[in-house]
């Protein structure tokens, strides 16, 4: 079976890049694995959080980070055009490149974002808190949700809250069992018919505050229930992020893997990449877990496989490695440097990732791979917490190399 570009890794960036390639007429394949970081989304995605200009925070990054591969000024450039691409998914976010404005972490902190999902709490740019009194519900049992560390952190901001629990009886049965009290399940539940009767219990508390703040617990198959919910609860509602698994983030992927199959792209979930076929410095094709002795041909192909939590990346007694095509990998011989005992340092090991020249071309054994490309957090030279910069890598290579490939057809 022969692809235009075949895409390994169905998290943010294969999906991005198999999305930008397929509306430009490309016939794709994403072979996934399985879940992906999106499975813990916070419901905002990062650029460049190390100052509140992602431009002047760009500045700090080392000459080996992807976004100087790609050009600082082209990186802002792409990151005009990521709004409008989800907004075409039909997923809508608040901000912009310009500046960063602040995401509520489940711990009550702020943390500088990119892009936050419309539904969810914000505070702008200038850090002025957008409420005087609020309403922090929970789901009685609900225990991913931290209403205490949340109302302190507000609290420290001038920010006073009415916290209560909300429980409903159709809630009950997870309740039972604390294990099937997750967000999820919730969101399983609270669905349809329910949305009137959640709303109702909220506007029981929904008096005398600016908003109402609640997990983000609704909505897992689509929008739908929380536009209504919103429509229906009297005060602002906004949600805030809760322990994973994350329902927005699980939302956002299946909406994107839906508008990737609608624009005519294949998705293969479930299975694994274990192996290339190479003709000398090009990639001839794959070999997945489950299709025995097929092997999927294309003229060019995108390794997003992610990191050490996709197992894009693994390491052992030798070393890390990159596990599907033995790639040559940036990291440090010596396994004592690839930690700092502080843990709240910056760990070495999380910038370890595949070597690409300037066209994210990774490379076996010092020889580039001239139709394969390496996009997301597969790649080195970058450290996502330290930089607050994780989804803004994954899509920004994603959406360059889908251009490159496209100029080069
Ligand atoms: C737990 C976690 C939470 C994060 N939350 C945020 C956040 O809220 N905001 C933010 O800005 N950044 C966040 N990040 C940073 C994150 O890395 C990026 O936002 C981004 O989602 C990474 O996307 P990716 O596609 O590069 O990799 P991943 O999301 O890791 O996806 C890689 C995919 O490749 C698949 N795969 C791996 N090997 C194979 C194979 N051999 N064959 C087939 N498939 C394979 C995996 O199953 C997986 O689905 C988070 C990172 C982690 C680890």
Not at 54 to 70: C, D, F, G, T, V
Not at 173 to 182: D, I, V
Not at 289 to 316: P, W, Y
Request: aromatic share 8%.
């Amino acid at each position: 079976m022969k692809f235009d570009t075949i895409i390994i890794g169905g998290g943010l960036s294969g999906l991005i890049a198999g999305i930008e390639l397929s509306r430009k007429g490309q016939k794709c394949m994403i072979v996934s694995a399985g879940q992906s970081a999106l499975h813990f989304f916070s419901g905002s995605l990062e650029l460049c959080g190390l100052e509140d200009e992602p431009a002047k925070a760009m500045e700090q990054l080392p000459q080996s980070h992807p976004y100087r591969k790609i050009g600082l000024d082209t990186a802002l450039t792409l990151a005009e055009r990521v709004k409008p691409l989800f907004a075409e998914v039909g997923v809508n976010f608040k901000g912009n490149a310009e500046r960063n404005h602040w995401r509520i972490t489940p711990l009550g902190v702020l943390k500088r974002a990119w892009l936050t999902l419309d539904e969810y709490a914000s505070v702008p740019s200038d850090g002025l808190m957008p409420w005087k009194k609020v309403a922090l519900l929970n789901i009685d049992g609900f225990l991913d949700f931290h209403t205490s560390y949340i109302a302190a952190g507000l609290a420290e901001r001038g920010v006073e809250c009415v916290v209560k629990g909300i429980s409903m009886p159709e809630l009950e049965r997870l309740r039972h069992n604390p294990t099937e009290m997750r967000s999820t399940n919730i969101a399983k539940t609270l669905t349809g018919e329910l949305i009137g009767k959640l709303a109702a219990r909220i506007n029981e508390y929904a008096k005398d505050v600016d908003a109402v703040l609640m997990p983000a617990v609704v909505g897992l198959a689509g929008n739908a229930d929380v536009v209504r919910l919103k429509e229906k609860v009297d005060r602002p509602l906004h949600f805030l992020a809760t322990l994973p698994p994350s329902v927005p983030g699980i939302r956002l992927q299946m909406m994107l893997k839906r508008h990737f199959q609608k624009l005519g792209g294949v998705y293969m979930l479930g299975d694994t990449v274990r192996e290339g076929v190479f003709e000398g410095d090009r990639l001839a094709g794959i070999m997945t877990v489950n299709h025995g002795d097929t092997c999927f041909k294309a003229d060019n192909f995108i390794l997003a496989s992610g990191s050490f939590f996709s197992k894009g990346l693994v390491s052992d007694i030798n070393g890390v490695r990159e596990p599907v095509f033995g790639l040559d990998v940036d990291s440090l011989d010596e396994r004592p440097q690839w930690y700092r005992k502080d843990m709240f340092e910056a760990q070495p090991y999380m910038s370890f990732g595949v070597a690409t020249d300037v066209g994210f071309h990774p490379s076996r054994n010092g020889q580039p791979v001239e139709n394969l490309y390496a996009t997301g957090s597969v790649l080195s030279n970058c450290h996502p917490m330290k930089e607050g910069s994780g989804a803004g890598v994954a899509i920004l290579t994603a959406l360059h190399v889908a251009d490159t490939i496209l100029k080069n057809q």
